[in-house]
């Protein structure tokens, strides 16, 4: 039972959160032309280039978090992705009405809630591997020795 507890259940939790992704990739690669056309209709323009990036990410990261190689920062780039694709590409507020499920912005409401309950989960990967501690301790100590240097500059 221990077993599972500790080693199973983590991995399968990882598992779950990050399974939507090869299958996302999968669907831009069989569906290129409508990958591409989602791609554009959105803020940022770049084309089969930024498809590509899209697809690395969707690819490189899952099987990253679910081993724990650098899960981490893959857990981070996944979040900013997850985070980023739902402002950028379902920003349900921008329709009217979008509450009424006859509305086209519907299925986007879901979707933005979806991505962000997905970032979540990654926060929670990236905390269990020591990532957003790590950060922290590089974040107090940059802070500190900037407080040094200041100091010290203020008296010479």
Known sequence: MDWLINDGLPVLARVFIVWIFPFSFLDKLFNWDNALKQLNSGFFRGGPVL???AMAVELLTPPMIVFGFFDGIAAFV???YCAVTAIVYHNFWSYPRFWSPKSDGYSHVWDF????GLVGG???VMYASG???EVGSDIEQV???TEVETAM???E
């Not at 809630?113 to 962000?116: D, E, G, H, I, L």
């Open 51 to 53: 498809l590509v990036l």
């Open 143 to 145: 802070s500190a020795a």
């Open 78 to 80: 996944l979040a900013g």
């Open 153 to 155: 500059g203020g008296r």
């Open 113 to 116: 809630f979806k991505n962000f």
């Open 131 to 133: 990532f957003i501690q």
């Open 122 to 124: 990654l926060i929670f």
